[in-house]
């Protein structure tokens, strides 16, 4: 079984910069993981911000883009905005029957 | 606008079953892939299973294969879970959520499920 790594946790002050990373243990995650993000806040349930590596959703802010670096999938939040603070959980697909999700990263703005 | 909205949630003991409902309005329910993810207590998430729009195709996470049956009735616009032999491990939130390049796309506000004896 395939293991997605991803930051435990970060903080970013407001109006800042960040960078989440999700890798995998079975190599370099390329375009073919299809790798999505999904934020959650307590209480609440997850909502899609990225798909397919670099696709906004209709509804995810222009502050938050997607991009493989260094062999990773990232989410990059840029201009870092109170309500942003949440759990951040990306996925890669390897195969129709092999979806798996990081552990999640905590995002702190403060 | 799109909703899921699951039910049939609840407690249940070791080895028993429970079939969740999934009911979709706000989009075209028939053309679209749907899934199952669910969420442990405290933890992560967790894909579980996929249907193809057509109720043709499944596939199934390897720690609910042999155990969970997808399906759905796009007369109803309807999906639907059935749990097997369930386990303690199998407790957690279950949500369903609409298929996007390989990803999730809408997510339902999901439905405990509690294995417990």
């Known amino acids: 079984q395939a293991v997605v790594t991803q930051e435990p946790s970060l903080t970013v002050s407001p109006g800042g910069t960040v960078t989440l990373t999700c890798g995998s243990s079975?190599?370099?995650?390329?375009?073919?993981?299809?790798a999505s993000w999904y934020q959650q806040k307590p209480g609440q349930a997850p909502r899609a911000v990225i798909y397919?590596?670099?696709n906004k959703h209709s509804w995810t802010p222009a502050r938050f883009s997607g991009s493989l670096l260094g062999g990773k999938s990232a989410l990059t939040l840029s201009g870092a905005q109170p309500e942003d603070e949440a759990d951040y959980f990306c996925?890669?697909?390897?195969?129709?029957?092999?979806?798996?999700f990081g552990r999640g990263t905590k995002l702190t703005v403060l | 606008q799109v909703q899921l909205v699951e039910s049939g949630g609840g407690v249940v003991q070791p080895g028993g079953s429970l079939i969740l409902s999934c009911a979709a309005s706000g989009f075209t329910f028939s053309t679209n892939n749907m899934h199952w993810v669910r969420q442990a207590p405290g933890t992560g998430l967790e894909w579980v299973a996929f249907i193809k729009y057509d109720g043709i195709k499944t596939y199934y996470a390897d720690s609910v294969w042999g155990r969970f049956s997808l399906s759905r009735d796009n007369s109803r616009n309807t999906l639907y879970l059935q749990m097997n032999n369930l386990r303690h491990e199998d407790t957690a939130v279950y949500y369903c959520a609409t298929d996007r390049n390989w990803g999730f796309d809408y997510w339902g506000q999901g439905v405990l499920v509690t294995v417990s004896s």
């Open positions: 397919d590596t670099t």
């Open positions: 996925l890669l697909s390897y195969d129709t029957s092999r979806r798996v």
């Open positions: 079975t190599g370099a995650v390329t375009s073919g993981h299809f």
